[in-house]
């Protein structure tokens, strides 16, 4: 480059320093980061996937609403258009469904090694918190996003879960009323969800991730050590930018590849339209609600949602029980090990239980 172009490259520069003046010593600060060793295994750092698959969920998401009618009457019929009519609409139709439940395996196990690992310990007690919100909203996403496909299943799920919501004690019948907009489904309820799965949720979902990752950025990392492992001093920590970055994209290209190869073999599909006079013979909301709909079974409305509370309470604040318990008696670190075990058996045996049930 010749001394007058270089010239002015600076002034171009000098001139975008001034219209935008900031501190891009800041971001160089944030990406050298340390990164603890362990990370470089794909199970420690899954909150990473997760936001991956968030990322393709709001790009795949804003390209759906393009054609989307959220209106009772054709709510079905655009889904059918997108499905078998716009170029490439059944591709990102099924990349939407298929990183969604990605998402949600993912979430879960994201969750269970954290709460292995005791990452949720003293000081990340508020993250575990700020994580829990945003398991709520990701359900939350999945339940609204499934009943705009306004196809029989997806209509009689959504009637089961606002009775579900009717029977929450106190706030409950208030909450329901809100959500179908009226006090049975009706023209309101589509436009509310849709509003929620596109407007209140991503917002949400935006907030408590900035926040969920700013905790991180201050604590940073739990360094995990193991029984028997000896690590040199220089290899206890590598560098996030660029190489931590590079790790999590390569796993993004492999999520890619496998979730174009699902949306190939299976694409998403449609059901017979939703009809508000005939109720299917076994309606099944998405697998995530099995649990639920299991205990429904088992039990009766009001049980199975007050228990459902008290678990939700129980693990939202489990950070500060946990802390309570080994003060009080000694709880040993063993049994919150054990008590997660039996929770998680519990929890897949009533999945499988309900997927195999007619
Ligand atoms: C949209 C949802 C979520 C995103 C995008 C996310 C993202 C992340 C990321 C990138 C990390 C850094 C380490 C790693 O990759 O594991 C992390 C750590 C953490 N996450 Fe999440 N997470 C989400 C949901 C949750 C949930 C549901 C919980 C638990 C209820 C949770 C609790 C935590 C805690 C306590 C840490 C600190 C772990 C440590 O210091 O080792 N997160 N999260």
Known sequence: MNNKASASKTGLINKLD???????????EAGAEPVPHHLKKWWFCL??????????QVITGIALTFYYVPFPEEAYQSIATITQEIRFGWFIRSLHRWASNFLIVALFLH?????????????????????FMLLFITLS????????????MS????????????AVPFVGPTLAYFLRGGPVIGDNTLTRFFILHIG???????????????????????ELHFEGETVPEEKRFFRFLPDHVINELMLGVLLLYILTILSLIFPAGLGTPADPNITPEHIKPEWYFYFNFRLLKLTSLNVSVVFTLFLCLGIFLWPFIEEFLQKKFKFPDVLSVMLGLVFILIFMLFTLWESFAL
């Open 47 to 56: 909150g990473g996937t997760v936001l991956y698959l968030f990322i393709i």
């Open 18 to 28: 001034e219209m935008f003046p900031f501190d891009w010593e800041i971001l160089r």
């Open 111 to 131: 969750m269970f090694r954290v709460y292995f690992t005791g990452a949720y310990r003293q000081p990340r007690q508020l993250n575990w918190l700020i994580g």
């Open 200 to 222: 209140v949720l991503p917002t949400l979902a935006f907030i408590f991730i900035g926040l969920h990752i700013l905790l991180i950025r201050l604590h940073g990392v739990t």
């Open 141 to 152: 996403f999945g339940f609204t996003g499934y009943s705009l496909v306004f196809e029989q």
């Open 155 to 166: 209509f009689w799920g959504a009637t089961v879960a606002t009775n579900l919501t009717e």
